[in-house]
């Protein structure tokens, strides 16, 4: 009983340790220990030491040793009941934690690659990265070796220069982009396959709005049978203002991607184009319409200057002009003159905003591969050698190569 007692401390400190360190991060593996996981080792560990401490009362007293016995039974049997028992403050249509990798696989992205302008009408900060390492963009960490990643760039930057001078032309840097933009749309494909599969478990090819909603409310906790059930009776599904807002706007969105006939199913293709607007001509129209919606002050259903550099109404910056960011304004407005009003009037319309948006436009490509030779051009020829694009690593790849020029010549 001596290695009983020390034990039971020791599995309780581990698994209070475990559950500190049970924090849900973005890049967890999935065999990482959950919190859920660590509140299920300490309340075992408080049932082991309770047991053990029963055991040895009955050590001392065999005399009473039946009756604790069945005590000590009694009160494990008990413990597990309240460690398995839900709250009673948990309603029984959300009886599970939402799956934020299953809620993932059936929504649509937040941020789109290798797109200029966010759905919310931001600019792309990652832009640039995007179209220059499309899928090899995860490589190139902040906290990676810079050595490392030196090579790596030099690596892109033989492949970029396709008619091997050893300088990387406007052409090439086009050609280079489209090829970025067309991984990131593969990609999107494969993903878009698993997506489908999640709301297409009967593999007949095709989703209904019901069955999307259904999939999605399970996804962010509700109860699938009971949500299935009453959508088939017709029965009124009572969920949270938020949760309403999305499935509003999803429903929106679901019906726009039904290319027509509409009959109201959504096959691969068309879900393809419900979680990926810039990739189908029709819903990238529905995006520009959306966030000229969200941008547009005045109903015309174009923007001028001074819409497209304010702030989203309703934040603080915006009911006090005085702190609009300045970075905020000088970059929209050298992107809203320079590139997006195409005709520079002073008024971007739909069709300008949808062809600036648009990432397999060539004409953009080619535009976008000028800026970034102008960015690190420093012997204004019109063209990037090796030693420019590792000077200015930190604009083509987000991160910061130190001692860029040393040994460039006998690493290349």
Same mark, same amino acid.
């Given at each position: ?9 020791? %599995? %309780?400190?581990? *698994? ?9 991060? @973005? ?32 050590? #001392?007293?065999?005399?009473? !040793? !039946? ?18 028992? #839900? ?17 993932n696989e059936i929504l649509p992205p937040d941020h789109l690659n290798g797109v200029k302008m966010e759905m919310d009408g931001h600019l792309n900060k990652d832009f640039h990265q995007e179209v220059f390492l499309g899928k090899e963009m995860e490589e190139f960490e902040e906290d990676s070796e810079p050595r490392r990643n030196r090579k790596k760039l030099i690596e892109i930057f033989t492949k970029v220069d396709f008619n091997k001078d050893r300088s990387v032309s406007a052409k090439e840097m086009q050609r ?51 949500? *299935? ?19 509003? @706007? ?21 879900? %393809? ?6 990739? @189908? ?17 005045? !109903? ?13 109404? !309703? ?5 006090? *002009? ?91």
């Amino acid at each position: 009983m001596v290695i009983v007692t020390m034990i039971s401390p020791a %599995l %309780l400190a581990a *698994a209070t340790c475990t559950l500190d360190s049970a924090a849900p991060k @973005s890049t967890a593996k999935s065999s990482r220990v959950t919190k859920p996981q660590a509140h299920s080792l300490l309340s075992a560990a408080s049932v082991w030491t309770a047991w053990c401490d029963l055991e040895v009362m009955s050590s #001392r007293s065999s005399a009473r !040793g !039946g009756h604790l016995a069945a005590a000590s039974f009694a009160l494990v049997l008990c413990l597990v009941v309240v460690v398995k028992a #839900r709250p009673a403050n948990i309603s029984i249509h959300k009886e599970k934690t939402p799956n934020s990798k299953e809620t993932n696989e059936i929504l649509p992205p937040d941020h789109l690659n290798g797109v200029k302008m966010e759905m919310d009408g931001h600019l792309n900060k990652d832009f640039h990265q995007e179209v220059f390492l499309g899928k090899e963009m995860e490589e190139f960490e902040e906290d990676s070796e810079p050595r490392r990643n030196r090579k790596k760039l030099i690596e892109i930057f033989t492949k970029v220069d396709f008619n091997k001078d050893r300088s990387v032309s406007a052409k090439e840097m086009q050609r280079w982009i489209m090829e970025k933009t067309e991984e990131h749309f593969q990609e999107a494909v494969r993903e878009n396959k698993l997506s489908f599969r999640a709301v297409d478990p009967d593999g007949d090819g095709h989703v209904t709005w019901d069955e999307y909603r259904v999939k999605f409310l399970a996804s962010k906790g509700f109860n699938e049978k009971e949500v *299935a059930e009453k959508i088939k009776n017709n029965e009124e599904l009572k969920v949270d203002e938020e949760t309403q807002e999305v499935l509003e @706007s999803l429903k929106d969105r679901w019906f726009q991607a039904d290319n027509p006939p509409a009959d109201q199913l959504l096959n691969e293709e068309e879900f %393809l184009s419900f979680l990926h607007p810039e990739h @189908s001509r029709g819903m990238l129209k529905y995006m520009v319409k959306e966030i000229i919606r969200d941008l547009d002050q005045d !109903g015309d259903k174009e923007l001028t200057l001074s819409e497209f550099i304010s702030l989203p109404m !309703g934040t603080v910056e915006n009911q006090q *002009a005085q702190d609009i960011d300045d970075d905020w304004v000088r970059e929209r407005k050298k992107e809203f003159e320079e590139v997006i009003d195409a005709n520079h009037n002073g008024i971007v319309t739909m069709e300008e905003l949808e062809e600036y948006m648009d990432p397999m436009n060539e004409y953009n490509a080619l535009n976008e591969a000028k800026q970034m030779i102008a960015v690190a051009d420093e012997n204004q020829n019109h063209s990037l050698e090796l030693e420019e694009i590792l000077k200015y690593s930190e604009y083509f790849t987000g991160s910061k190569l130190m001692d860029y020029a040393r040994n460039v010549h006998e690493e290349f």
